[in-house]
């Protein structure tokens, strides 16, 4: 009989590798103990116990702990100028030759070879510097 249909058990049928269906019972690795169990439902880990430690795990990874520095005047490491005779003061705003107020340059210090007064050019650093 050339019309009989005939079925093969081992044969898994057209469209379907041997693969195991995602309605079949298959373990899984708890992703914190790295112990295998067979999951209930959508559950992807094995217990209450490393379904808390995962979650703590996961809270405390985005805590960062912020530093902020001590608060520092800025009138010492800042440099002024004055508009009128040109000369430059380190932390002090009045001009010693005119006893005008001068403007303010930047921050800086003193040059260690002539001993004036330099601003820090942030161009020259790379860096932003922040007032």
Same mark, same amino acid.
């Given at each position: 009989?050339?019309?009989? %249909?005939? +079925?093969?058990?081992?044969?898994?049928?057209?469209?379907?590798?041997?693969?195991?269906?995602?309605?079949?019972?298959?373990?899984? +690795?708890?992703?914190?103990?790295?112990h295998?169990f067979?999951?209930?439902?959508?559950? $992807?880990?094995?217990?209450?116990?490393?379904?808390?430690?995962?979650?703590?795990?996961?809270?405390?990874?985005?805590?960062?702990?912020?530093?902020?520095? $001590?608060?520092?005047?800025?009138?010492?490491?800042?440099?002024? #100028?004055?508009?009128?005779?040109?000369?430059?003061?380190?932390?002090?705003?009045?001009c010693?030759?005119?006893? +005008? %107020?001068?403007?303010?340059?930047?921050?800086?210090? %003193?040059c260690?070879?002539?001993? #004036?007064?330099?601003?820090?050019?942030? #161009?020259? %650093?790379?860096? #932003?510097?922040?007032?």
């Open positions: 009989m050339s019309g009989d %249909l005939t +079925t093969n058990a081992s044969d898994p049928g057209p469209g379907r590798a041997g693969s195991p269906s995602c309605h079949d019972a298959v373990t899984m +690795t708890c992703p914190v103990c790295q295998s067979t999951p209930v439902g959508r559950q $992807k880990y094995c217990g209450d116990a490393c379904r808390a430690a995962a979650y703590r795990r996961r809270r405390d990874a985005s805590t960062v702990t912020v530093i902020i520095p $001590k608060a520092q005047p800025r009138r010492p490491v800042t440099v002024y #100028e004055c508009d009128g005779c040109g000369a430059r003061a380190l932390g002090d705003p009045r010693g030759d005119c006893g +005008t %107020l001068m403007r303010r340059v930047g921050f800086g210090g %003193l260690p070879c002539c001993d #004036e007064a330099v601003a820090v050019d942030p #161009e020259m %650093l790379g860096q #932003e510097v922040i007032a």
